[in-house]
């Protein structure tokens, strides 16, 4: 994985979305079908989205008889997350305490992440 293609995979409105919804189901997934119902996306649509996700490094996906369930790859969001850090805050590492706080807190109602506009 690299950080440009992850990057690039990101930076479409859709594609952050379906991420997102990946990290919320955590390790049990979200069958193609409940993404696509959820977000109100065509399926032939999410389906090139979940492509450009996979082959990025940030989607994988496990066949269950004829439906496809989808995770976040939590590996390569870690990756993602280490290269975006790896220079951060000139070497000070408790100038980055207050991110790091944020990312790994496990829900935003403990949280001051303020949620997206287009929560789903």
Do not use: W
């Amino acid at each position: 994985m690299d950080a440009i293609s992850s990057l690039a995979a990101l930076a479409h409105d859709m594609r952050i979305d379906v991420f997102r919804l990946l990290i919320r189901a955590g390790a049990d997934g979200v069958a193609a079908g409940q993404i696509a119902k959820t977000l109100q996306i065509r399926p032939n649509t999410l389906s090139n989205n979940l492509t450009i996700l996979s082959a990025a490094g940030l989607v994988t996906s496990q066949r269950e008889g004829r439906s496809v369930r989808y995770f976040a790859n939590m590996d390569g969001m870690r990756t993602l997350l280490s290269f975006l850090m790896e220079d951060c805050c000139g070497g000070r590492a408790e100038l980055c305490q207050p991110v790091l706080d944020q990312i790994a807190c496990p829900s935003t109602a403990n949280c001051k992440i303020r949620p997206r506009e287009t929560e789903i």
